[in-house]
């Protein structure tokens, strides 16, 4: 039995997207300690059997002293639980956790959930970013990525070399997200799904959302999400226009599949692999991304949905159309092969027994 400290940014990202690898884990009798900030996900964590330590990250801002308070709160706790093995996500937990775990000499497991905008982006940022990188990953077990373009990003910076790792991103749960039935061709219903963001591409969809109820009847929106930047009155003005319907952040991902025909994820953010593209295709659903890394991976075009232009409105509109004027059956044929991909692909189960070897490798 080892003691596995698994260390995030946010209740979700491990609840949502590594909730089997957690199961698995308890199920062999490894002892699961959970270090994230609170969230709602956290008390059905501990009900599954893991224990919790609190968490304090601010997850986007590279204020000094917040960062130092983060490095010291991990100094305290690895030292505390003494794990056998630290296993990170995102980029704060990868970096000042995986300092701590070279100072303490504890082996450590990190996954690159995705770069960051601070860290795709050249500049001052970008450079300290990769020295810090460079410092946490000296003695790293093993690092996963979830794209080829992240993992090539690390090996022309020399960080981690001879210690990646590729896997299908977080993967999906193909139980979980089964085929769900295919709703009626009276109306057409398009959602976005992610955090409210510039960079996750809501103005495009915004824009495009105007544009197409403005011309057919028939079409609706919707969007799902919490506002990680000021759009809360832009959405509510839309909404009470008719022109979208604001669900806010939905808790059963499933509920809002159901009703719609169509995931449209026009996103310019350095993304990992995108888990809204993988569990709208495996519920067979129909997706239109954007074509970057982390998005077209998942995106047979014309075949299960669509690639579209970064940050253009025009293009977007024009492939939605294109999804609009498609027969019904054509419609939701785009649907059944992206299930098919996910099928093929995508199973999450690769990703729990690429982590179990991992584990096992520990000693």
């Known amino acids: 039995m080892k003691k596995i400290l698994i260390t995030v940014n946010h209740d979700v990202v491990i609840y949502n997207f590594r909730l089997e690898i957690v199961e698995k884990f308890l199920y062999e009798g490894h002892r699961v300690i959970i270090s994230s900030p609170y969230g709602e996900r956290i008390d059905e964590l501990i009900e599954l059997g893991c224990e919790y330590i609190d968490a304090t ?3 986007h801002g590279t204020n000094i002293m917040e960062d130092l308070n983060l490095f010291n709160y991990y100094l305290k706790t690895i030292r505390e639980v003494k794990p056998d093995v630290v296993l990170s996500f995102t980029i704060k937990p990868n970096i000042y956790g ?6 303490l000499n504890i082996p450590y497991i990190a996954n690159i959930t995705g770069l960051g905008t601070a860290v795709e982006e050249k500049g001052i940022v970008q450079k300290i970013s990769i020295l810090l990188y460079k410092i946490a990953f000296k003695k790293v077990n093993c690092v996963f990525f979830q794209n080829e373009e992240n993992k090539k990003f690390f090996i022309d910076n020399k960080i981690a070399i001879g210690k990646h790792k590729l896997l299908p991103g977080s993967g999906v749960n193909l139980k979980r997200f089964d085929i769900l039935e295919y709703p009626n061709k009276n109306e057409i219903h398009f959602v976005f799904i992610s955090r409210i963001m510039q960079a996750k591409g809501i103005d495009q969809y915004l824009e495009a959302a105007e544009y197409i109820s403005n011309k057919y009847s028939n079409v609706k929106f919707h969007v799902c999400g919490f506002c990680e930047e000021n759009y809360e009155e832009k959405l509510d003005s839309l909404d009470n226009k008719g022109i979208i319907n604001y669900h806010g952040m939905v808790r059963k991902v499933k509920d809002i599949l159901a009703i719609t025909h169509c995931t449209v994820h026009p996103t310019y953010y350095p ?5 809204v593209l993988l569990e709208s295709a495996a519920s067979g659903r129909p997706i239109i991304s954007t074509d970057r890394s982390g998005c077209r991976e998942v995106i047979d075009d014309s075949i299960n949905g669509y690639i579209v232009m970064e940050k253009n409105s025009n293009d977007l509109i024009a492939k939605i159309e294109k999804f609009i004027n498609l027969r019904y059956s054509d419609k939701k044929n785009m649907g059944l092969a ?6 093929a692909e995508f199973d999450r189960q690769i990703v729990v027994n690429a982590y179990l070897s991992e584990i096992e490798n520990v000693r």
Do not use: F
Not at 98 to 103: A, D, E, F, T
Not at 338 to 343: A, D, I, L, Q, T
């Open 57 to 59: 990250i601010s997850r």
């Open 98 to 103: 995986g300092i701590v775990c070279r100072l």
């Open 271 to 275: 993304e990992g692999l995108s888990n």
């Open 338 to 343: 992206g299930r098919k991909k996910v099928e």
